[in-house]
Structures are given as structure tokens and as C-alpha cells.
């Protein structure tokens, strides 16, 4: 599987910056929305969750949706790939080609930030703005899953947090500036039992990208923030 490249964390509402494409037509008078769900989940408590339990998570995200002020053609799409969640067999929760195309179909109608707060994080309410640009990096990161080698690597490394995002630079807000440091699993010392000397961080199976599937790789560091 080729890395996904963003992250599966969103901070507080983030303004994403990097990589947009065409302008995604909307309603002037489109208020800003989140939702109220009061319950929300860490990519930790995901990635402990059974397959069954991370579908229902998804599916529950998805069909707040249908509450909130997406456009129809949106709502067709969410709830297609609710009937693909829900189709997969009893134990399983896999990216599947159908899924894929269901997400590329979304993203081409989605402002950026709106999709990846729907299919990208269970941690944050649902954010919809319904204006802005399209997820353009979305597309290459989608289009470039291997669905062939749909696997993860897990990098334990002593005493070093989990990752916890992919693409971290796209949904660091602006405020942080430079302050913010990001480092990768593969920036580790492995010759070294002591988190610090180089920082870094350890490879989760899951937990980052679409649905939060796929690896996390990456940490950001905002201590000097």
C-alpha cells in the first residue's frame, strides 16, 4: 500500500492550506456548521476498537451528515458509502475499490475542510463551511492506494509516543507557524532506548488517512509553540 500523505488529525478546527484545487461551488448564504454529538473518538481508542465497532463509529459519523446542511447530491454519495460500510461481512473492515470511488465522487463536490472532517476524524465535530476549494492531494492519495497491498507495517520503538498523522504539514493552522516540528517513524534512532536524541515516533497499523484505515507515520510537535 502506498502511504497515504495527510493526516488523520484535525486541530481544533484547522484552516487546511496546502494543495487545493478548483473553487467548489457554493451557496453564499451557507452558514458555517458543526455537529453536537457530545461523544467523539481518539485514534487510540479506534485502533483498539474490533472491526465491527470501527464500522459502527464510521457509520454513525457519516449519518450525522444526513442531519446537517450537505447538498443532496452529497447526502446520495454519504449514504452510499454508508451501504458499503455496513455490506462488508461480519469482522471485516477493509478500503475497498467501491469505497475509493465513493470518496473521489464526494471530494470533487466537498470544500476541502469539510471532507476531511467527515471522512478523516472521529476526534472533532463535524465541520461544514460549504464553501472554499476541493481536496486536490485527496485525489493523488486516493487515486494512489495500492488496494492490492492493503497492509500496514507497526515500528515499535522504545519509549517514543505513536504516530498520529501522515500529511501533518496540511492540517497545521496557520498561527503555529514555524514553531511546529513534525517527525516520522523513520527519523527514529533505533539504535537508541531513549525517546529524545532523535526525535520521533512509532508506526500504528491504523489510524490515520480515509477512515482512518491506514498508518500513521508522523508526529507533530507543538511543545515549542
Avoid at 164 to 182: K, M, R, S, V
Avoid at 192 to 197: A, I, K, L
Wanted: include cysteine; hydrophobic fraction near 35%; charged fraction near 20%.
Amino acid at each position: 500500500m502506498k502511504t497515504l500523505l495527510f493526516s488523520g488529525i484535525l486541530f481544533l478546527g484547522s484552516i487546511f492550506l496546502f494543495h487545493t484545487s478548483d473553487e467548489v461551488n457554493a451557496n453564499n448564504d451557507f452558514e458555517s456548521t458543526t455537529s453536537t454529538v457530545s461523544e467523539y473518538i481518539t485514534k487510540k481508542e479506534f485502533i483498539q476498537l474490533s472491526p465491527d465497532k470501527q464500522k459502527a463509529a464510521w457509520v454513525s459519523r457519516l449519518g450525522q451528515a444526513q442531519k446537517l446542511k450537505y447538498t443532496a447530491k452529497q447526502k446520495e454519495i454519504i449514504s452510499q458509502l454508508v451501504r458499503l460500510i455496513e455490506g462488508q461481512p461480519k469482522g471485516e473492515f477493509t478500503f475497498t475499490s467501491d469505497i475509493q470511488q465513493q470518496l473521489l465522487d464526494l471530494n470533487a463536490i466537498t470544500p476541502e475542510v469539510d471532507f476531511l472532517s467527515l471522512v478523516n476524524d472521529l476526534s472533532s465535530p463535524l465541520v461544514i463551511t460549504g464553501k472554499g476549494k476541493s481536496c486536490d492531494f485527496c485525489v493523488d492519495n486516493l487515486e494512489g492506494i495500492d488496494l492490492r497491498n492493503n497492509s500496514s507495517p507497526v515500528d515499535v520503538i522504545s519509549n517514543a509516543p505513536d504516530c498520529n498523522c501522515e500529511f501533518c504539514w496540511g492540517t497545521l493552522h496557520p498561527n503555529y507557524g514555524d514553531c511546529a516540528q513534525i517527525y516520522t517513524a523513520e527519523s527514529c534512532n533505533s539504535s537508541s532506548e531513549s525517546y529524545g536524541v532523535v526525535p520521533c515516533c512509532n508506526r500504528t497499523r491504523m489510524g490515520c488517512g480515509f477512515l482512518w484505515l491506514f498508518s500513521c507515520n508522523a508526529i507533530v510537535d507543538l511543545s515549542g509553540c
